[in-house]
């Protein structure tokens, strides 16, 4: 494995059983609207959008942690309610990874003045075994910008 793709969304903006599809174990599922509204009935928050502002305090932030992890990103997308990254592989897990990634983040935007919880648990993973694959994700984020 030469890299992976990362994806991660705010809080509330794409919940299970949604008319988009989610992921789940890696598998992507189509609509559930049973679950979808069981999973609004259980939200404990507001649905978390960010702004423009917030995106790139987020953004610097996943770069400062990048550098500290010696993780080369090769592209990023902060977006209003997700994150894409194509990353290296480093000597860390990718749950050790994401989990740094979204502290580092809201920490910086707690730090902004942003209050409450921002991310979803979880994240999606896609395996770069090779340089197409890797340059498919790195297209695939960049049309995220």
Same mark, same amino acid.
């Given at each position: 494995?030469?890299?992976?793709? !990362?994806? &991660?969304?705010? #809080?509330?903006? &794409?919940? =299970?059983?949604?008319?988009?599809? #989610?992921?789940? +174990?890696?598998? !992507? ?9 069981? +999973? !609004? ?11 423009? =502002? =917030? =995106? ?9 942690e990048a550098e500290n992890l010696g993780q080369k990103i090769y592209a990023v997308a902060v977006c209003a309610n997700h994150i894409h990254?194509?990353?290296?592989? /480093? ?18 935007? +707690?730090? +902004?003045?942003?209050?409450?919880? /921002? &991310? ?19 297209? #695939? ?5």
């Open positions: 494995m030469i890299g992976y793709m !990362i994806t &991660w969304t705010t #809080y509330g903006t &794409w919940l =299970q059983g949604d008319k988009r599809g #989610y992921v789940k +174990n890696g598998r !992507i599922l189509g609509e559930n609207k049973d679950l979808r509204k069981s +999973n !609004i009935f259980n939200r404990r928050g507001s649905i978390v959008r960010l702004t423009v =502002q =917030q =995106q790139e305090v987020a953004r610097k932030a996943i770069f400062g990254m194509v990353v290296d592989c /480093v000597d860390e897990t990718i749950e050790t990874i994401v989990a740094r990634y979204k502290k580092t983040a809201r920490q910086a935007l +707690n730090v +902004n003045r942003f209050v409450g919880r /921002v &991310w979803t648990r979880g994240y999606d993973k896609r395996f770069c075994f090779d340089e197409k694959s890797l340059k498919d994700r790195i297209e #695939y984020v960049r049309r995220h910008n």
